[in-house]
Nanobody, 117 residues
């Protein structure tokens, strides 16, 4: 069982920045990949960014050039640096870990990000 705890959400003005962190209960090196998703009110959960243990990253078109995903293997965390935030980035952000073996997904409880206009 993998436990994930997100932090770093909050209220920020348009154009501002936030840094989300997701602390994993086991080594992120042992994971196949880590990712961030988000869910806005009344909408389905959507992919934001992912990173493999090899360091390959992927981003949704809507956040490319503004968000950066990274891992801190020493702290077993995956981070999401969010710059130039827009009101449409407002959502609950969730961390997901996918195991190497059987590709099982684990989710965190989410952290709220609100961008005011």
């Amino acid at each position: 069982q993998v436990q994930l705890v997100e932090s770093g959400g909050g209220l920020v003005q348009t154009g501002g920045s936030l840094r989300l962190s997701c602390a994993a209960s086991i080594s992120v090196v042992g994971m196949n990949s880590m990712a961030w998703y988000r869910q806005a009110p009344g909408k389905q959960r959507e992919f934001v960014a992912s990173i493999t243990t090899g360091g390959a990253s992927s981003y949704a078109d809507s956040v490319k050039g503004r968000f950066t995903i990274s891992t801190d293997n020493a702290k077993n965390t995956v981070n999401l640096q969010m710059n130039s935030l827009k009101p449409e980035d407002t959502a609950v952000y969730y961390c997901k870990a996918t195991t190497r073996w059987l590709r099982v997904d684990y989710w965190g409880q989410g952290t709220q990000v609100t961008v005011s206009s």
